[in-house]
């Protein structure tokens, strides 16, 4: 149902109103009717844009995939090896630097990050586009997807090296637990290589609470969008949600929440589902 100025809506339209998201029972009772209507597909009608939630969501939704998972494979595929480096190489001149680094991008507000992003690689040198997903909007297939490349690759590094930070500190604590254990030092008695002993038997061990972590935060980054997406006009979930609640769009809020709070769940199942993966002692038959 639309929502008009209230100043412009008859005392009738505002019975109707009432009526219709049952304003006038108790809120459980709302909240029951509110789950009840997305069940059945009906999330409300945006009053900032003024068409269906639904419609409004499933067209953000795959921006925001795109970008969040791209950070994410991304905060795996840097913090994993400098992680491992950093603990196979202790106090180490690449150990120092790489935990120097950790700690200032963890005193570095994402804000501040995207900004500094814009202003060097946008502004400065003018080597990627400061916003947006796409400028070209016909082309060849390679035009279209070099041209989804650039406008990605900013938001992408400022939402997962963001993160990189922590993981980074978590594979080296974990690694450097497992490489103080017994069964270590007797594989290494027997004549294996510092490689093999690393990478075969070690990590697996070391990887669990580090899958577990990267898990866990997969709706770090779904939050986390809501800046980086705000800062870098990315049309996804994060800046809907942002406008959202800027606005006063309550139906469109509450589903942005109500995914969130999937995501979470979601995350925490993929979480338990990797220990079986990784961990041959769990098994949930």
Excluded at 14 to 37: E, G, N
Excluded at 150 to 168: E, F, R, S
């Amino acid at each position: 149902m639309r929502m008009e100025n209230p100043r412009a809506v008859s005392p009738e339209a505002i019975d109707r109103l009432r009526a219709h998201y049952h304003l006038d029972d108790p809120l459980p009772v709302r909240y029951l009717y509110w789950l009840k209507s997305v069940l059945e597909g009906d999330w409300g009608y945006s009053s900032t844009y003024k068409v269906p939630v639904r419609d409004l969501v499933i067209s953000r939704v795959p921006n925001t995939l795109v970008l969040t998972v791209s950070a994410w494979l991304l905060g795996l595929i840097v913090a994993l090896p400098i992680g491992i480096v950093s603990a196979a190489k202790k106090y180490s001149a690449f150990d120092y630097a790489a935990t120097f680094a950790a700690f200032l991008a963890l005193s570095m507000p994402p804000v501040w990050f995207g900004f500094l992003t814009i202003m060097l690689f946008g502004v400065k040198l003018k080597w990627l586009p400061i916003g947006g997903v796409a400028d070209l909007a016909t082309g060849t297939v390679g035009a279209l997807l070099v041209d989804r490349l650039k406008h990605i690759i900013l938001p992408m590094t400022v939402l997962g090296l963001v993160q990189v930070a922590y993981w980074v500190r978590y594979v080296r604590t974990s690694l450097l637990e497992v490489l103080g254990m017994d069964y270590i030092r007797t594989a290494k008695a027997k004549g294996l290589g510092e490689r093999k002993v690393l990478l075969k038997h070690a990590m697996r061990n070391a990887l669990i609470p580090v899958l577990t972590i990267a898990a866990l935060d997969i709706p770090y980054f779904f939050g986390g969008a809501v800046v980086v997406e705000t800062v870098f006009s990315w049309p996804g979930m994060g800046r809907l949600m942002y406008q959202a609640v800027i606005g006063s769009d309550y139906n469109l809020a509450l589903c942005c929440l109500m995914l969130l709070a999937v995501l979470t769940i979601a995350s925490n199942l993929a979480a338990d589902v990797l220990y079986a993966v990784v961990d041959p002692r769990v098994s949930y038959s």
